[in-house]
């Protein structure tokens, strides 16, 4: 049997379907006798919801953020009325976990209790070791979604084309039809379809990493891209649109980071990288050295001392009625 009980909650397409859920959720926390809810969905619809019915079962409620707060402003307008709630609900909850300083700076001037942790980073560390050779092979792995920004990688191409003609990119990943279509209409348009290969969804991506040769970054925000960390892990120098706000990118090691949408300094950092082998090397091995650090953060021990406390402190009463605490939420 497993060491855990997992409960499945009824679909929730709207708050008209919503008791249905409520119901499930408040069964299962009163059943189970849960004293805490760590909330990884952290910008969801029914967030608030979910919020005041684990404060009147007695269970306190952490959000986990795994996200980031540079996505507001750079998301559709629909979305943007809703995060503007955010702070207001975020106030209620008793602890805000988030991935990044920033994030938690932002989200310290609301919540109750504040922590900054980062995303597993489980590879060993005796398998990080810095690459010594390279074939002019770059890699761009991530859901193809307009905030991850494809089409730039292909704009990227075109200049590394223009000096390395031997260039190829590789796209691992997928997404929505549409938003493919997009990449490769791109990429005809420029007529450098042919040094593009999409391989699509995989779950083992250890073997693109191993097979190339600089990964290519373009995000226009993220929260702990996992793909920075496993691109480091293999030896990969990176080259990516700036988001000096990231964990694994503060000192900027193995990095060359480009302003936003800069796609020509970008293919020329990648020009550079892949024509100078002492800067390839220097990279590869401050890639590693990185790797190293972050594979080596205790996050058991961090998590431990999130949970630590000996009587979790509650941002409500646990027996407020829920139209007080939708009262408190929206004042």
């Known amino acids: 049997n497993a060491p855990y009980t997992r409960v499945v909650l009824p679909k929730c397409t709207s708050f008209l379907d919503y008791q249905a859920k409520a119901d499930a959720l408040d069964s299962a926390l009163r059943k189970y006798e849960v004293d805490l809810m760590v909330y990884h969905k952290w910008i969801d619809r029914d967030l608030l919801w979910d919020l005041l019915v684990c404060k009147q079962a007695n269970c306190a409620f952490y959000i986990y ?26 106030k209620l909850a008793d602890c805000v976990i988030a991935l990044t300083a920033m994030d938690a700076a932002f989200w310290n001037q609301i919540a109750n209790r504040t922590y900054q942790i980062t995303n597993p980073c489980s590879l060993a560390v005796r398998e ?94 993220e929260g702990y891209p996992m793909t920075l960390f496993e691109a480091q892990s293999h030896g990969l120098p990176i080259v990516m649109y700036e988001l000096p706000y990231l964990e694994l990118v503060k000192g900027g090691q193995g990095i060359i980071a480009v302003n936003q949408l800069a796609a020509e300094d970008a293919g020329n950092a990648i020009i550079d990288i892949l024509t100078d082998q002492s800067k390839y090397s220097r990279l590869s091995e401050e890639a590693c050295n990185n790797a190293i650090k972050f594979s080596k953060i205790d996050l058991k021990k961090k998590w431990q001392e999130i949970f630590s406390t000996n009587e979790i402190e509650k941002t409500l009463d646990s027996n407020i009625d829920s139209i007080s605490a939708i009262r408190l939420a929206y004042n």
């Open 128 to 221: 990080i070791k810095p690459r010594t050779s390279h074939q002019q092979r770059i890699l761009w792995v991530g859901r193809i979604s307009e905030e991850k920004q494809p089409v730039e990688s292909i704009k990227i191409l075109a200049t590394v084309l223009e000096k390395l003609p031997n260039a190829e990119l590789y796209i691992v990943g997928t997404g929505e039809p549409s938003e493919v279509k997009k990449v490769i209409d791109y990429a005809k348009k420029l007529e450098i379809l042919d040094r593009v290969t999409f391989v699509g969804f995989h779950t083992d991506t250890e073997q693109f990493y191993e097979r190339s040769d600089v990964l290519l970054f373009t995000s226009k925000f």
């Open 65 to 90: 953020a795994n996200g980031t707060i540079d996505m507001f402003n750079l998301s559709h307008p629909y979305w943007q009325q809703y995060f503007l709630q955010l702070p207001a609900i975020y």
